[in-house]
């Protein structure tokens, strides 16, 4: 069974990512399959933003599991395909 | 910090060297952005580029000197200006996002480049700045921004609506008696046209997950391929299989050459995409545009990748749903061939005052292409027949079924048995020659008052008999059936006085591979003498045979039909309490 998702919060950037980061990649289950990440509350993420969920993503791949992005906004979707990081992430939107 | 509002339609916002300070000084710019009737994603995409060009001040910040952000807007743009006081970096030529799409830095500068018109940083001294200019959008009128919501809301739902109609309908298709090919092929063109692709090639695993077998293409016409070596992670198919993640290929990719997608004569992009089912790799799906570069949207990729899917596991289940009726369907052809070799037995063999007989038939598997039989004659004669068809299933049991036929339908010449098989081997050589297959047999004539008999074989074992001192072969000496064509058979004529016990077989009751456990030719003697020695009756000497057949080609761990009669003389005056004379096992 997958563990329940990640809320991200409202603002994934510089100032937030590192602390974010690290509080998750502790907090994540050994060997699920699936760990999602909820983005419908985050408003706004930058680069660091991205790179946090990247280093999460390959936290992830190493246990064999993978991660999916939830409900991205549309500007959150923007900054994700104009990074090319949506040939990455699976987005779903529920 | 510190924020001056400039009286000429601009601002300035002064921070330390801080994260946290660098984004409460992006929150001001961009609020006061907003004020000056920026678009909302004009805002957000300013607040993006400057989060980027502040967090880069402030990590290559040395001092405690205060950076800080300026902005002016007119009427046609906005400009920002990023001023720091720190050693500064080289700005490059032409920005990129990094080669390694999963590193975790370097899209900074992409960024910022990609979001603004014109990005300059000039590198002084003690003092850097970075320069943003971006052409400003009308500011979009209440109304429009309604309709406009309305629209991307109808889009989206519109999108929604379709993925879930196709998905109803996909299963709606698989609901009919369709082969999994089939609803490959029809589906695939459907997602071509969704995805606005030019080409999708479906893959799914073999049973031994060794290879990836094409299902269907579009267009239907195109070549590709049949089977893909999965363990070849040269290939993209392959690789997507077994990482179980996309695998993006473009103009710049370097295919393999034994790659499908090499094979196109004009460059290619677009992603290999693992189908999965029940957290097991099932497939592949491959979509592509004859193009060297291709930048599909999210929306798009994830029509392809949820109706992939869907299909995915849809065609999984009736492949398996094929596989089982198949199945289902031998089994009872085996079951129909079983019945119709068991209808060809007698369910008795013909027994009489001064001679006993018993036998025996054993089938490895439903069909086996072993026969025998009892007759009584008019003439008040018995015929004894064994035969064994080459091969097992359903052909030896349609052979064997032939071979009665025409045993049966000529039975006037029973008491000349060499006749009779001259006979059998006329009406059945063409039949069995086409087939290239033969029938070993052999035919005994017991004349009525019990003192005579007279045998022939076709390609057979001998006849075994005893007196009770030594064991005697009749030998076989024809050719078996199906392989010369008006071959004369030759008739053996033995006067049965003093022999008490007779044994016909096939070849399964002593043959074996093995050497180290079987019931060689000096085991049968032996047995037959010691049988005669103790004078058994003939269903007595039939369990004991079974039983030492048994034992012995389960230690060989051999299996093949084992038939055999056994004919007693003297010693079967006394009546057997329960006379089932003939037996048949099945294994």
Same mark, same amino acid.
């Not at chain 2, 910090?1 to 009286?7: A, E, I, K, L, Y």
């Not at chain 2, 006849?463 to 005697?472: F, H, R």
């Given at each position: 069974?997958?563990?329940?998702?990640?809320?991200?919060? &409202?603002? #994934?950037?510089?100032?937030t990512?590192?602390?974010?980061?690290?509080?998750?990649?502790?907090?994540?289950? @050994?060997? =699920?399959?699936?760990?999602?990440?909820?983005?419908?509350?985050t408003?706004?993420?930058?680069s660091?933003?991205l790179? &946090?969920? #990247?280093?999460?993503?390959?936290?992830?791949?190493?246990q064999?599991?993978?991660?999916?992005?939830?409900? @991205?906004? =549309?500007?959150?979707?923007?900054?994700?395909?104009?990074?090319?990081?949506?040939?990455?992430?699976?987005?779903v939107? &529920? | 910090?510190?924020?001056?509002?400039?009286?000429s339609?601009?601002?300035?916002?002064?921070?330390?060297?801080?994260?946290?300070?660098?984004?409460?000084?992006?929150?001001?710019?961009?609020?006061w952005l907003?004020?000056?009737?920026?678009?909302?994603?004009?805002?957000?995409?300013?607040?993006?580029?400057?989060?980027?060009?502040?967090?880069?001040?402030?990590?290559?910040?040395?001092?405690?000197?205060?950076?800080?952000i300026?902005?002016?807007?007119?009427?046609?743009?906005?400009?920002?200006?990023?001023?720091?006081?720190?050693?500064?970096?080289?700005?490059?030529?032409?920005?990129?996002?990094?080669?390694?799409?999963?590193?975790?830095?370097?899209?900074?500068?992409?960024?910022?480049?990609?979001?603004?018109?014109?990005?300059?940083?000039?590198?002084?001294?003690?003092?850097?700045?970075?320069?943003?200019?971006?052409?400003?959008?009308?500011?979009p009128?209440?109304?429009?921004?309604?309709?406009?919501?309305?629209?991307?809301?109808?889009?989206?739902?519109?999108?929604?609506?379709?993925?879930?109609?196709?998905?109803?309908?996909?299963?709606?298709?698989?609901?009919?008696?369709?082969?999994?090919?089939?609803?490959?092929?029809?589906?695939l063109?459907?997602?071509?046209?969704?995805?606005?692709?030019?080409?999708?090639?479906?893959?799914?695993?073999?049973?031994?997950?060794?290879?990836?077998?094409?299902?269907?293409?579009?267009?239907?016409?195109?070549?590709?391929?049949?089977?893909?070596?999965?363990?070849?992670?040269?290939?993209?198919?392959?690789r997507?299989?077994?990482?179980?993640?996309?695998?993006?290929?473009?103009?710049?990719?370097?295919?393999?050459?034994?790659?499908?997608?090499?094979?196109?004569?004009?460059?290619?992009?677009?992603?290999?995409?693992?189908?999965?089912?029940?957290?097991?790799?099932?497939?592949?799906?491959?979509?592509?545009?004859?193009?060297?570069?291709?930048?599909?949207?999210?929306?798009?990729?994830?029509?392809?990748?949820?109706?992939?899917?869907?299909l995915?596991?849809?065609l999984?289940?009736?492949r398996?749903?094929?596989?089982?009726?198949?199945?289902?369907?031998?089994?009872r052809?085996?079951?129909i061939a079983?019945?119709?070799?068991?209808?060809?037995?007698?369910?008795?063999?013909?027994q009489?005052?001064?001679v006993?007989?018993?036998?025996?038939l054993?089938?490895?598997?439903?069909?086996?292409?072993?026969?025998?039989?009892?007759?009584?004659?008019?003439?008040?004669?018995?015929?004894?027949?064994?035969?064994?068809?080459?091969?097992?299933?359903?052909p030896?049991?349609?052979?064997?079924?032939?071979?009665?036929?025409?045993?049966?339908?000529?039975?006037?010449?029973?008491?000349?048995?060499?006749?009779?098989?001259?006979?059998?081997?006329?009406?059945?050589?063409?039949?069995?020659?086409?087939?290239?297959?033969?029938?070993?047999?052999?035919?005994?004539y017991?004349?009525?008052?019990?003192?005579?008999?007279?045998?022939?074989?076709?390609?057979?074992?001998p006849?075994?008999?005893?007196?009770?001192?030594?064991?005697?072969e009749?030998?076989?000496?024809?050719?078996p059936?199906?392989?010369?064509?008006?071959?004369?058979?030759?008739?053996?004529?033995?006067?049965l006085?003093?022999?008490?016990?007779?044994?016909?077989?096939?070849?399964?009751?002593?043959?074996?591979?093995?050497?180290?456990a079987?019931?060689?030719r000096?085991?049968?003697?032996?047995?037959?003498?010691?049988?005669?020695?103790?004078?058994m009756?003939?269903?007595?000497?039939?369990?004991?045979?079974?039983?030492?057949?048994?034992?012995?080609?389960?230690?060989?761990?051999?299996r093949?039909?084992a038939?055999?009669?056994?004919?007693?003389?003297?010693?079967?005056?006394?009546?057997?309490?329960?006379?089932?004379?003939?037996?048949?096992a099945?294994?």
């Open positions: 069974m997958n563990p329940p998702a990640i809320t991200a919060p &409202a603002e #994934l950037c510089s100032s990512a590192r602390a974010w980061k690290e509080r998750v990649a502790r907090d994540i289950t @050994p060997l =699920a399959t699936e760990t999602s990440v909820d983005l419908s509350k408003r706004f993420i930058d660091s933003g790179g &946090a969920l #990247l280093s999460l993503h390959k936290i992830l791949r190493t064999g599991g993978i991660l999916k992005l939830l409900n @991205p906004s =549309a500007a959150v979707t923007q900054l994700i395909e104009l990074t090319r990081l949506h040939r990455v992430f699976e987005i939107h &529920a | 910090m510190h924020f001056t509002r400039q009286p339609a601009g601002v300035r916002v002064d921070f330390q060297a801080t994260l946290q300070s660098a984004r409460q000084a992006v929150r001001e710019v961009v609020a907003d004020q000056q009737n920026l678009a909302s994603d004009e805002c957000h995409e300013w607040e993006l580029v400057l989060a980027e060009a502040t967090g880069n001040a402030v990590v290559h910040s040395e001092s405690e000197s205060p950076l800080n300026e902005a002016t807007t007119t009427t046609t743009g906005v400009e920002v200006r990023v001023t720091d006081h720190s050693t500064g970096f080289d700005w490059p030529e032409k920005t990129a996002l990094p080669e390694d799409d999963e590193s975790e830095h370097g899209r900074g500068l992409f960024i910022i480049e990609s979001l603004t018109d014109r990005a300059s940083y000039l590198r002084g001294r003690h003092e850097n700045v970075l320069q943003l200019q971006r052409g400003r959008r009308m500011p009128r209440p109304a429009e921004d309604t309709s406009t919501t309305l629209e991307v809301m109808t889009t989206e739902l519109s999108a929604c609506y379709e993925m879930l109609a196709n998905i109803f309908r996909l299963g709606a298709d698989a609901g009919r008696d369709i082969s999994a090919e089939a609803l490959a092929a029809n589906w063109e459907e997602f071509r046209q969704l995805a606005s692709a030019d080409f999708l090639t479906l893959r799914m695993l073999t049973p031994d997950a060794a290879q990836l077998e094409r299902i269907a293409v579009s267009p239907a016409t195109s070549f590709v391929t049949p089977f893909l070596d999965v363990g070849n992670t040269d290939l993209v198919e392959s997507a299989c077994i990482s179980r993640q996309d695998q993006w290929f473009d103009g710049c990719t370097v295919f393999h050459h034994a790659d499908p997608l090499s094979q196109r004569s004009h460059a290619v992009s677009g992603v290999a995409h693992p189908l999965e089912s029940g957290g097991e790799v099932i497939g592949v799906i491959t979509f592509g545009v004859n193009k060297a570069h291709w930048e599909p949207k999210a929306a798009e990729i994830n029509v392809v990748r949820s109706l992939g899917d869907f995915g596991t849809l999984h289940t009736l398996r749903r094929d596989e089982a009726n198949h199945s289902r369907l031998i089994k052809e085996l079951q079983a019945d119709i070799q068991r209808s060809l037995l007698p369910l008795e063999l013909p009489s005052t001064t006993q007989s018993a036998g025996h054993t089938s490895v598997g439903e069909v086996g292409g072993d026969f025998l039989d009892g007759i009584q004659l008019a003439d008040g004669g018995r015929l004894f027949v064994i035969a064994d068809v080459m091969g097992k299933g359903v030896a049991a349609l052979f064997a079924t032939a071979f009665r036929s025409n045993l049966h339908s000529h039975l006037d010449l029973a008491a000349e048995p060499a006749k009779l098989m001259r006979q059998l081997n006329l009406s059945l050589f063409t039949e069995l020659d086409r087939s290239e297959m033969f029938i070993t047999a052999q035919l005994a017991l004349s009525a008052d019990s003192l005579t008999l007279r045998t022939c074989g076709a390609g057979h074992g006849l075994l008999m005893s007196d009770g001192i030594e064991v005697a009749i030998g076989s000496d024809g050719p059936l199906g392989v010369s064509e008006g071959h004369e058979y030759a008739q053996h004529e033995i006067h006085k003093g022999i008490s016990h007779l044994l016909m077989h096939t070849d399964g009751l002593s043959d074996s591979s093995s050497s180290e079987q019931i060689t000096e085991m049968l003697h032996f047995w037959l003498r010691g049988t005669s020695v103790a004078g009756d003939a269903w007595a000497a039939r369990d004991s045979l079974r039983q030492m057949h048994r034992v012995f080609h389960e230690s060989a761990r051999v093949d039909d038939t055999f009669i056994i004919l007693t003389r003297a010693h079967a005056t006394i009546p057997c309490p329960n006379p089932q004379s003939l037996t048949h099945s294994r």
